[in-house]
């Protein structure tokens, strides 16, 4: 496994245990296994956006089920990330329709600003570059996902305020 | 202005907001529902209504319903599929981020018609905003008691979570839905047993669409009876299409069933025509899965007769010179699009997405994908698009899931309608290189190339 070789250091905090909780109590007592893919989303946001085979079996511990069982959940599901991303990922769709409106050129773009290839993640760990399929904003393209929410009718422009943004620590990514 | 159903209420400041929402007559249809009518009546409303599904294969909603174990005593689910993934399908996401009481309301009297004490609603895990509004709406319903034990004095309770996905487009199908709410790997199930009988953890269970359960609220309000005057025919109702594509207005645009294609496409009341006014090329009525139509068969039918936006009128002619109506997932193509290359999009975007179960599946839309590249690119070979029909062909009918055919029919109408497009790539290799080979060079203008 690729991360192998990279550590996190795991930290189920009080607050997060309570959400983690919450998240159980939606599902019947003997159902536990339901709340693995919002628990995995919670425990996720506040480990730096990845997931590590030690956080997989914690979470595994906490949900009363094997490891393997999550392991071949966080395998299946994209917005799983096994190994470190930026702390800023952009994720740009590339189907269909943002693509007819020129989403390729975006991703281009913002790679080359961040000086990184797609995929790639900048050396410092503040950003990844992605390209994903359809996020449901055809109407609003060419656009990209930034944590919780969409970037859309994106511009060269919007794209180096984003970056501008995100250095300046005035990027909301996640909505608790 | 035309008839409204879900979005009548859109622009009303606030409308997002429990107390809007309630001022404004929300919620009625479940006093209305809960005091005064039996759950079996409500189901006779909706079949009445002629409401079909709206998440893409226009099944009767109130058939569906009707199927419902309620025999063998289990509890019983309402599973609500807010996994909106197909390309071109962005309208349940502008319902829930608007007015996200609309389908909670539409949750608990559609639960109560079921007898289902415990319901869900399935969202995308991309769309995490938007979960996080319907889990603020949820609080507030239960705070106002709408949610919860002994709704409104009655001896129905129902409860009512939210739960997220994590980007698997194959969770949109009903069986990977249910595993996926179970907290596994969204592979499809092999049906029969369908969910009606043994759905979520082994319960009977009904999946349904946002679009489709919104509408149920004014199915109540105002009976199914009053429902099927709208519309025309056996397409009942209002349609949200999610337009996108070259045209000047894209967005979400609830229509009453039965206007002109042409009249949805240039009329400065939803899509206001196309992009700096180039010639329409080709349309994909009902999202990424339906047969793509050619310039021709847009406006009229291969009869002459007008296009219309019902589930009768886009499909008229088959596949042969027809397509469907789909989720609504309305793409428009002008000139500088290119079909290979999109085509060549689509068949990435299935290989991607296929969960792996059956090989025709995981095998075909990979071959699928890598011949379209190969042509796109300018590496194809005469044999190629005799090979990528042959593949499409096995796929079709041989799957558990839709998603084999679903990858499979693009490729078919593309190669149906647009076969000269895929030979002028074939032939003039060196002129397809630059990824913008029709925005440069339009092939109305080069077709000559390659027609005989
Ligand atoms: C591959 C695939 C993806 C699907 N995605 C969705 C989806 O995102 N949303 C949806 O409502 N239905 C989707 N469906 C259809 C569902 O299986 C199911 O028919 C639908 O949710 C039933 O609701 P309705 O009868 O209200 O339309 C999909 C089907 C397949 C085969
Ligand atoms: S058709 Fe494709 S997506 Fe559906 S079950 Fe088979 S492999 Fe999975």
Redesign the interface.
């Known amino acids: 496994m690729e991360n192998k070789n990279y550590t996190q250091v795991i930290n189920i905090t009080p607050e997060l245990k309570s959400r983690i909780d919450e998240l159980i109590s ?3 007592a003997d ?1 536990r ?6 628990v ?2 919670e425990v996720q946001d506040a480990h730096d956006n990845w997931l590590s085979a030690d956080l997989m079996a914690k979470v595994a511990e906490i ?1 009363e ?1 094997t490891p393997i ?1 999550v392991f ?2 966080v395998t ?5 990330n096994q190994k470190p991303m930026g702390k800023y990922m952009f994720e740009f769709c ?4 943002c ?2 409106r020129g989403a ?1 050129d975006m991703l281009e773009y913002a790679c080359e600003k961040l000086g990184i290839q797609p995929g790639g993640t900048t050396e410092d760990g503040m950003f990844s570059v992605v390209g ?10 060419p656009m990209m ?1 930034l ?4 970037k859309e009718h994106l511009t060269p422009a919007q794209i180096d305020q984003i970056i501008e943004d995100c250095k300046a620590g005035k990027i909301i990514l ?2 608790k | 202005m035309a008839k409204k159903i879900l979005l009548d209420k859109i622009n009303i400041p606030g409308i997002k907001s429990y107390e809007v929402y309630r001022q404004n007559g929300g919620y009625a249809s479940v006093e209305k529902a809960i005091k005064t009518m039996t759950p079996d009546a409500i189901t006779e409303e909706v079949k009445a209504s002629g409401l079909r599904g709206r998440g893409g294969a226009g099944f009767p909603m109130g058939l569906k319903w009707s199927f419902i174990d309620k025999k063998s005593g289990k509890p019983r689910h309402l599973v609500c599929n807010a996994d ?7 309208k349940d ?1 502008y319902l829930m981020e608007h007015i996200p009481h609309l389908l909670i309301e539409g949750m608990i009297t559609s639960s109560y018609a079921l007898g289902a004490n ?1 319901s869900y609603i399935y969202i ?6 938007v979960y ?1 509004i319907i889990e603020r709406a949820i609080k507030e319903a239960y705070a106002a008691g709408w949610l919860g034990k002994n709704i409104l004095g009655s001896d129905y309770s129902l409860d009512l ?1 939210v ?7 194959i969770c949109g199908e009903e069986t990977a839905l249910i595993e ?7 592979n499809p199930r092999i049906k029969p047993p369908f969910p009606a009988v043994s759905g979520l ?1 082994g319960n009977p269970t009904v999946v349904n669409n946002v679009e489709s359960i919104s509408n149920v609220p004014w199915i109540v309000n105002n009976s199914g009876e009053e429902f099927a005057k709208i519309g025309l025919g056996r397409s009942t109702g209002t349609k949200l299409i ?5 045209i000047k207005k ?3 645009y609830e229509i009453e069933l039965g206007i002109t294609v042409d009249e949805f496409i240039n009329s400065e009341e939803y899509c206001g025509g196309m992009i700096d006014d180039r010639p329409i090329k080709a349309l994909i009525p009902g999202g ?1 899965s339906v047969p793509i139509l050619p310039a021709h068969l847009i406006y009229k039918t291969a009869e002459g007769e007008d296009r219309l936006m019902t589930y009768e009128s886009l499909s008229e002619g088959g596949f042969a010179t027809g397509s469907m109506m789909g989720s609504g ?1 309305f ?1 428009v ?1 002008n000139d500088t ?1 290119c079909i290979v ?2 085509t060549w ?2 068949a990435k ?1 299935y290989a ?2 296929s ?1 792996g179960q059956c090989s025709p599946c995981r095998e075909g839309t990979g071959w699928m994908e890598k011949v379209l590249y190969r042509i796109e690119t300018g590496h194809g070979t005469s044999e190629d698009i005799d090979l990528l029909w042959d593949i499409q062909r096995k796929i079709e009918g041989n799957t558990i899931c839709p998603l084999g055919d679903a990858a499979a029919w693009p490729v078919a109408a593309a190669i149906r309608h647009f076969r000269e497009e895929f030979e002028y790539h074939i032939q003039f290799p060196e002129k397809v290189k630059n ?1 913008n080979h029709f925005v440069d060079e339009p092939f109305e203008s080069i077709k000559h190339l390659v027609t005989k």
Not at chain 1, 147 to 150: A, E, P, R, S
Not at chain 2, 124 to 129: A, N
């Open positions: 939606h599902y019947p159902k296994k339901s709340a693995l893919l919002p995995l989303h949900l089920i069982e071949e959940v299946f599901y994209t917005m799983y590339l189907t269909s329709c693509s007819l390729e994903v399929q359809c996020l449901g904003a055809c109407g609003y393209a996902q944590g919780d929410f969409y996640h909505d | 909106e993934s197909e390309p071109g399908t962005f996401r415990l995308r895990g991309e769309y995490m905003w996080k979570h739960h997220c996905g994590a980007g698997a487009y996926s709410l179970e907290g596994k790997r969204g953890w999610s337009a996108s594509g070259h894209p967005g979400v990424s997932g793409i193509y699009a290359r999109n999009n689509f975007f991607h997405e969960c990824r």
